[in-house]
């Protein structure tokens, strides 16, 4: 496709083939064709900014503004349009917060590449590659920029560009674009274009934007729906009686409009925002980075998850523990062709396994020379090399130990034997081979050890702690799978997916008898996750190879461990920034704990909605007149939102067991919390109206919004908890909103302002003390009580 040729290329940018670009040739590349990136379009600011006064909420209180100006109400229209833009300002501030925190996490996720410089094979982050530089490209990998292959076949999967699945074959001289993934083989391959001079100018492949809308999401968005259709009941049946009594239609339509407001969630969108950049930024401090919102969320209901032992469990670091030769071999000589079937630019771990052995015994490789290479693939199971060596031409090979012993003429059974005795140590075995006209001879097998982590076993243990079933999945053989999950702790019931492989397939019941299977394909992984979850498991799945992608992509949650291919990545929806179990532990902790959040907003939502639609409904039949006014209820409605909003940031206390979406609890507790709060304000209301002697519409208006305001006020003090209030510790920026609104009001109650009649600082204080009384004692005993016949653990 590419009009110039290879030698072409590299004459035009100084390429050397050997040793790659300079450090010099380098700083001269990117001061002409600059960073290997794409900025991103965003969105103008101002932009962000209106957008906060657009939908339903803003377009009620804009309408009420208006009808205030109409009726010759000046103040209450700019009263009521400046805490409109107070808000609006706020909320915008919260949403550019958010972006930065996004904007950094997405600054984590940074494709590495192998490149050659200055004779050196480096790793590299992706935006640092200039036109000319030279890469090392395998299985999995994306490709960060447009190149032409120098060495090796490979073939690429354009799909996610051009929408066509098929393959793509790419050899020597073709030229594989931006945006590709490597499905299969390697190469060496020169950049000749980066960023938006690629053909299809995209390098941010892995930075996905989640779009999935949350479970937790929809649950309230209907729990809403069905609370503003009580509201339009119960107030439709008030404004008829108000407009049967005379009350001029125009005069009661703001408050009308106000309280339509107060039954939709107005904090709803910054909640979630700021809960799930919360938890985002907490799990990145933490080691992990989220590319899908949803699966925080996700994490907290996980009930399974099924984790890889290489690189998860144990520590992704092989080293040759053991070498033994067949007849007519030495085991120098399973080093040396061990080694010459290894290329040291894949940074393959194996292979380096061998190279730092060779490195160690000095002995050299320099008389011989590969003339081609062949990588691992789960079908063949084995790498292959063709070597030159004074005129000799011969091909090695290593792999695992039956499939290069299937290729041989002679079978030794010593070898067998010792291959059962390292597997009992834990040790992964490796054959090597060396075929010679046409006849394929075993040179010896290595022994290659990888222990499981320090903290691997505590690490399981935590996960189990929390409710979570695990279940160890690997490709190794059957005694060396039994061995690490003994030392981990995973358990001891392991068995070989050959001897269940049919009869999963006709009961998923069969996975739950064990933990953990050996000798597993990629397919079986893939078969596994969706067998789970067909019995109602919502499954988590840790990988990082190419063949993990489809498993990963299934599973609720998908982990790709921090030494993933970008392919592993692209599909999970976590992605792993450090070794190890530690930061699983902390993704179901933080999901747990952003799902505990979101539930005591939807509590709160649930009964301050059904108190304020109750208490100003009941009070009018009662009393005939309307016990708040438009100005009481918009600011009652914006400072509450302060406190819903440091509810996202509270310190909550995560559940033992998996969360789950059951919402009667929720509902129920909402519901009860609703009607004593309802019931707590008409008492109050009526006896200190009498008591006080408080009897002027303009009076009973700032009554009305006190009483309002302080019960809603304390009663966050009760739902945020399933305990007594005081058994778990608030969290400082929460408590804080509290106290300074508490006071905010106490303060402004005996002052008042023009449209805000004053109340007396007796019946102020009272008020306070009445609703702190009620709800810290009377309704914390009857939320404790409730959730304990529910069943909920308290």
Not at 759 to 788: E, G, Q, S
């Amino acid at each position: 496709m590419n009009p110039i040729t290879l030698p072409e290329q590299l004459k035009v940018f100084g390429t050397n083939v050997h040793t790659g670009l300079t450090d010099e040739q380098v700083y001269a590349l990117q001061k002409k064709f600059g960073a290997n990136e794409v900025v991103e379009k965003k969105t103008p600011v101002l932009l962000l900014f209106l957008r906060h006064f657009w939908g339903l909420t803003a377009w009620m209180l804009e309408i009420t503004i208006i009808v205030s100006f109409l009726l010759h109400k000046k103040f209450d229209g700019w009263l009521i349009a400046g805490l409109l833009l107070f808000n609006g300002i706020v909320g915008f501030w919260q949403e550019l917060r958010a972006a930065k925190t996004v904007a950094s996490l997405k600054a984590k996720l940074t494709v590495t590449v192998r490149v050659l410089r200055n004779g050196k094979w480096l790793n590299l982050p992706s935006h640092a590659v200039v036109p000319g530089d030279v890469l090392r490209i395998r299985t999995g990998d994306f490709l960060i920029a447009d190149m032409q292959v120098m060495e090796g076949d490979i073939q690429v999967d354009k799909s996610a560009l051009t929408g066509e699945s098929a393959l793509i074959k790419a050899g020597i001289n073709d030229v594989i674009f931006s945006g590709s993934i490597v499905k299969n083989g390697e190469c060496t391959a020169l950049v000749i274009a980066t960023a938006a001079n690629t053909v299809f100018g995209k390098t941010a492949g892995l930075i996905m934007t989640a779009k999935h809308k949350m479970h937790m999401e929809e649950i309230v968005t209907k729990v809403v729906q069905i609370l503003f259709s009580i509201v339009v009941v119960v107030l439709g049946i008030t404004v008829v009686d108000a407009l049967m009594g005379g009350a001029p239609f125009l005069n009661t339509l703001p408050l009308i409009l106000i309280l339509l407001v107060s039954a939709v969630p107005i904090g709803l969108p910054a909640m979630f925002t700021i809960s799930m950049a919360k938890a985002s930024q907490e799990l990145s401090d933490k080691g992990l980075l989220v590319s899908r919102l949803s699966a925080t969320e996700d994490a907290a209901i996980l009930t399974t998850l099924c984790i890889d032992k290489t690189g998860t469990i144990t520590e992704n670091k092989l080293s040759l523990q053991e070498l033994k030769s067949a007849n007519g071999f030495t085991e120098n000589d399973v080093l040396l062709f061990g080694t010459l079937a290894s290329v040291a630019a894949n940074n393959d771990a194996i292979d380096e396994a061998f190279f730092a052995k060779m490195k160690s015994t000095g002995i050299s490789t320099v008389e011989y020379q590969q003339k081609s290479f062949t990588p691992f693939s789960a079908a063949a199971k084995r790498t292959e090399a063709t070597i030159t060596h004074n005129n000799d031409v011969f091909k090695v090979m290593k792999g695992a130990y039956v499939t290069i012993q299937s290729l041989c003429t002679t079978i030794n059974v010593e070898l067998d034997a010792t291959v059962n005795s390292w597997a009992i140590k834990g040790f992964k075995t490796l054959a090597v081979a060396i075929q010679k006209n046409n006849t394929t001879q075993l040179v010896g097998i290595a022994a290659l050890y990888d222990p499981p982590r320090p903290d691997s076993a505590e690490m399981l243990a935590a996960i189990k702690e929390l409710g979570v079933t695990v279940k160890m999945l690997t490709g190794d053989a059957l005694p060396v799978a039994k061995e690490i999950a003994l030392q981990a702790g995973v358990g001891n019931r392991i068995i070989a997916i050959n001897e269940v492989r049919e009869t999963l397939q006709q009961s998923g019941t069969v996975i739950k008898k064990y933990d953990g299977f050996a000798e597993i394909l990629p397919e079986d992984k893939y078969n596994i996750v969706k067998i789970l979850q067909q019995e109602k498991q919502i499954t988590g799945m840790t990988g990082d190879g190419v063949n993990d992608a489809p498993a990963l992509k299934q599973a609720e949650v998908g982990i790709a461990v921090s030494s993933a291919t970008d392919v592993a990545k692209q599909a999970a929806s976590v992605i792993l920034l450090q070794a190890g179990l530690k930061q699983i532990v902390d993704l179901i902790r933080v999901g747990r704990i952003t799902h505990v959040r979101i539930t005591n907003y939807t509590v709160n939502k649930i009964a301050k909605t059904l108190q304020t639609i109750l208490f100003v409904c009941v009070a009018y039949l009662i009393t005939n007149t309307f016990v708040v006014g438009p100005i009481d209820m918009v600011l009652m409605l914006f400072l509450i939102d302060f406190v819903v909003l440091a509810l996202a940031t509270d310190k909550v206390k995560w559940s033992k067991s998996p969360a789950n979406w059951n919402i009667k609890p929720m509902v129920l507790k909402g519901f009860v919390l609703g009607i004593l709060l309802f019931v707590e304000c008409l008492v109050w209301f009526l006896w200190a109206s009498h008591h006080f002697k408080i009897t002027q519409p303009e009076m009973l208006h700032t009554l009305g919004f006190a009483t309002l305001f302080y019960s809603g006020i304390c009663a966050v003090l009760t739902v945020r908890t399933n305990s007594w209030f005081y058994r778990e510790p608030i969290s400082n920026t929460l408590l804080w909103v509290i106290i300074a609104d508490m006071f905010l009001v106490l303060i402004l109650l005996p002052v008042g302002f023009t449209g805000f009649a004053v109340l007396p600082i007796i019946p102020a204080v009272c008020t306070l003390l009445y609703f702190l009384f009620f709800n810290l004692v009377i309704n914390d005993a009857i939320k404790v009580w409730l959730l304990h016949r529910l069943r909920v653990s308290v």
